[in-house]
């Protein structure tokens, strides 16, 4: 049953995002790809003083913080590599990153997150903007952020950026839908098990946002509405 529910969401993902990258080009206005996330791209600033700078994107889809990063490496050094579970994003992605001039910097993987594994002490910089949600289970969630951890240098920085408490509304009836996602935590529980996860790192920043977005499934218009979580952490000497 569980893994039939999350074929059947990720099936609808696929569909959703497919349609959102045929339809709107990379940082063309009218839509979420119109631009990166703000504070991913502030907080690569901690990295001014590196000559090269080694990121991960998990769930970099078709390179909306990803190619903003390797460009700012392609002036000195470093490299960004790629995680997603959809072929199509990455193909798009490597041809972004031709467009822009980067492909020297990117590196792509196809996997699931839950699946992937990163190599211990290695990342400077790790990113998850709206991904970790996306994961089979919390225990898979807690495995994935472990990884994350270990994972990160001494002074890295995780920029984690979760959904919580979402509900979707059909905006012609009102009917409030199962909302299809694959983990879908109270906010006060997501906080308790970073908060728990990073425990002795810097906190740089965090925030939570309420919001809200249009979107169309299967030609119903619905009501997406989230607890948009920002979570970024740095990792201080003699952290284990």
Known sequence: MEYSRITKIREEERKYHDACYENYKLFEEGSWLSKPVKTVMDTLS?????????????GSGVGRNSIPIAEVLKH???KVVC????????????????RFGVHGHIETHLSDI??????????????????????????????????IALGTKVNGINCLIV????????????????????????????????????EGWDILFTTVKQLSFNIERNDRQIDLKT?????????IKGDT
Request: with cysteine; net charge negative.
């Open 76 to 78: 000195r050094g470093g």
């Open 227 to 235: 607890d948009c979580m920002t979570y970024v952490v740095r990792k």
């Open 163 to 198: 959904n919580s408490n979402l509900q979707e509304i059909d905006k012609l009836t009102g009917e409030e839908l199962v909302p299809l996602i694959e983990l879908n935590l109270t906010t006060d529980h997501l906080t308790d098990i970073l908060n728990k996860q990073y």
């Open 46 to 58: 901690y990295f001014d003083a590196y000559d090269d700078v080694i990121v991960l994107d998990l």
């Open 83 to 98: 995680v997603d579970i959809m072929q199509s994003a990455l193909s798009k992605l490597l041809a972004y990153s031709d």
């Open 114 to 147: 839950g699946d992937y594994e990163i190599a211990e002490d290695t990342f400077d910089y790790i990113v998850a903007v709206s991904s970790l949600e996306h994961v089979d289970s919390e225990q898979t969630f807690e495995q994935v952020l472990d990884k």
